[in-house]
């Protein structure tokens, strides 16, 4: 009987001593968790990030207004009057603007490529009406010029009447440089009537200012458009486009020289 007696208090104390390890663990956990709510809790909230409207600031380099360069009005076979306007600077709209005057009607619009020598926002454009026995209609040529650091594009195109519509007469636009030049009229040779573009070729080892290789490309009107007819390179190398022409027999004069302000091209 006193066995079972000390067998009883035995199990009971174990009993008590696991009810209070649980307890024990219990109230451990439990400040824990306060502990690091609390932590959490007192972490202090990110602050608040408020957006404004940006105001745009002012462009100090605005793009230059476009405007009327040239106008002028012309009488042309079957359509009659046209007035004829040149825009500067370039940009998406056309650069020449050819219009009926009679009907309000657009005739033609011709757009020249972006500058590939820079100077967008200070281009020139001007044109020129020349008249030869060769053509049944009055011929205008378009003239670009985009001045770069060193040099300029110029880049032309020439318009007339075919079949009672007015139409560019270039396949593709005539290119140059302030060294090269274009021209249009008889190009001798027993060739007939035509166009030339003329440029220096970059060669080795040579500076801007250095005599160059010349480019001269000839094309012959067929009696609706100016045909490509023959390119060839100077053998030698020249300080000038005017004298690798006068070397190889050719006497243009550039078209260029017609213009104001570009008579001194040359010089240039």
């Given at each position: 009987m006193q066995e079972r007696q000390k067998f009883g208090i035995k199990v009971l104390l174990v009993l008590v001593s696991l009810v209070i390890g649980i307890a024990a663990r219990a109230l451990f956990w439990s400040k824990a968790s306060g502990h690091n709510?609390?932590?959490?809790?007192?972490?202090?909230?990110?602050?608040?990030?408020?957006?404004?409207?940006?105001?745009?600031?002012?462009?100090?380099?605005?793009?230059?207004?476009?405007?009327?360069?040239?106008?002028?009005?012309l009488n042309l076979p079957r359509i009659g009057r046209v007035r004829i306007r040149a825009f500067e600077p370039l940009d998406d709209s056309p650069d020449f603007e050819f219009t009926n005057l009679l009907t309000g009607k657009k005739q033609l619009e011709e757009y020249v490529s972006p500058s590939y020598c820079g100077g967008v926002h200070e281009n020139q454009s001007r044109f020129i009406i020349i008249r030869n026995r060769c053509l049944l209609s009055p011929l205008v040529i378009s003239i670009v010029m985009s001045p770069g650091r060193s040099d300029s594009g110029w880049e032309a195109t020439a318009a007339g009447v075919i079949n009672g519509e007015l139409q560019e007469l270039t396949y593709e636009h005539l290119r140059t440089s302030d060294e090269g030049g274009f021209f249009f009229g008889d190009l001798g040779h027993s060739i007939g009537y035509g166009a030339v573009q003329?440029?220096?070729?970059?060669?080795?080892?040579?500076?801007?200012?250095?005599?160059?290789?010349?480019?001269?490309?000839?094309?012959?009107?067929?009696?609706?458009?100016?045909?490509?007819?023959?390119?060839?390179?100077?053998?030698?190398?020249?300080?000038?486009?005017?004298?690798?022409?006068?070397?190889?027999?050719?006497h243009y004069v550039d078209i260029r020289k017609s213009f104001p302000g570009w008579s001194n091209i040359d010089t240039w």
């Open positions: 709510q609390q932590e959490i809790l007192a972490t202090p909230p990110h602050p608040a990030v408020e957006f404004t409207s940006l105001q745009a600031l002012p462009n100090p380099s605005p793009a230059p207004v476009r405007q009327i360069s040239q106008e002028q009005i003329w440029d220096f070729v970059w060669g080795e080892d040579e500076a801007h200012v250095s005599p160059h290789r010349y480019e001269i490309t000839l094309y012959k009107w067929n009696g609706w458009r100016f045909e490509w007819y023959r390119v060839f390179r100077t053998r030698s190398k020249y300080f000038s486009g005017r004298a690798a022409l006068r070397a190889n027999g050719l």
